[in-house]
């Protein structure tokens, strides 16, 4: 009867009064006691009261599939269940966690928690499950306004990619905004050689040997004997071992050693961090050792270029110290156009390896390239191997 209208209006109230009257206190409703649109409201809530008693009849019968008959509710959309709230920093921590289990959490902690910041910043908000591709795509946007394709794409997107990745891996998201939201890269336009060439290489290692700081009067701002040093040797070291520069100012005394009638720099996480993971021994070129290498090492212990401050991350230190031998070299304006800093001796010592027909197996061993194939994995490259084609390369001529 309800349904069908049939009722007077205190009768209708009196089968929907409690829901009407928690309509009215939520806001839902406005209609007046009597009006059509009151009228109306009572009846559908009957029929919705109706619907739902047929459905209580149904599933005790064992049928499971009922459709609702009302338009109203048969066309609705189903409500989506609440998802707690998801907290994106505490989800970067837990996902450096698992990187550190593995060995691999030291770079993503430094390098990437600016990035998630800045991302938590741009939404003004903290939680993953309301992150959105558009979201993502808004914020790579803004970043093109003031960064690099390249950077955007290789660092910020990379950053959150692999943090959602590791999430809806984990089942911890159901879905990954970030599936699909990319930055197309130009194609770098390259005029020279990666690598120093021969005449710009002695023209840095003669400014780099000859250093010395100035004397300012003021212990604050004289140079550091750290800086020093690094500027003088690191790089003489990476020009005749062809290692990153990060990987030599994090070197410490103790990673230097004679075997086998051979000097040798072990190059090793222990020390701060290698990008493979990997430890590896050079074997130190004759012409390190007769500028006095070996004697600048004597007698000393702990890092050799950065200061050993117990308790502070010594991969940050050596990092830091790296960055200070390119801004010197920068501002001696010895880096050619078209050379990244960190990375011309190391494209260096593969051009001159190619050069002298040593191979390229020996040349990735004494650089830290992993294998490129199942076969690289099997038999060793020892010292003396690593150590014939180290004496290979021609002397440099600093005179």
Known sequence: MGIAGNLTDRELAELVVHQMNFFLRAGNTDAQFGSPAWRALAMSLCQAEYEALERVAERDD????????????????????????LSIIKLFDDFVASRRVIG??????????PVINDLRKFLKHDD??????????????????TLSPKTVSD???????????????????KENPSEKVTQEVPKKVRNREKGFTEEEAIIILKAAISHRPKDTGNPRTTESPHTTATINWVPLICAFTGARPSEITQARAEDFRREEGYYVLRISPEAGTVKTGMYRDVP?????????????????????????????DASRAAKVMSGKLAGWLQAQQLIPKGVQPNYGWRHRFKTLTNELEITVRVADAIQGHPGKTAADNYGDINLKTRWNAIQKLPWIRLD
Do not use: C
């Open 284 to 312: 130190l070129h004759n012409q390190l050792v007769e500028l006095g290498l070996m004697r600048f090492v004597a007698g000393k212990s702990g890092p050799l270029f950065h200061a050993n401050h117990p308790g502070k």
């Open 128 to 145: 993953v499950n309301k992150i959105t591709k558009k979201n993502l795509l808004d914020w790579r946007n803004a970043k093109l306004h």
């Open 104 to 113: 691999k959490g030291r770079e993503i902690e430094h390098r990437w928690r």
């Open 62 to 85: 064992g049928n499971f599939s009922g459709i609702p008959s009302n338009p109203l509710i048969a066309s609705s959309e189903p409500v989506s269940p609440q998802v707690a709230p």
């Open 155 to 173: 660092v910020y997107l990379a950053a959150v990619r692999a943090m959602l990745n590791w999430a809806h891996a984990n089942d911890l998201i």
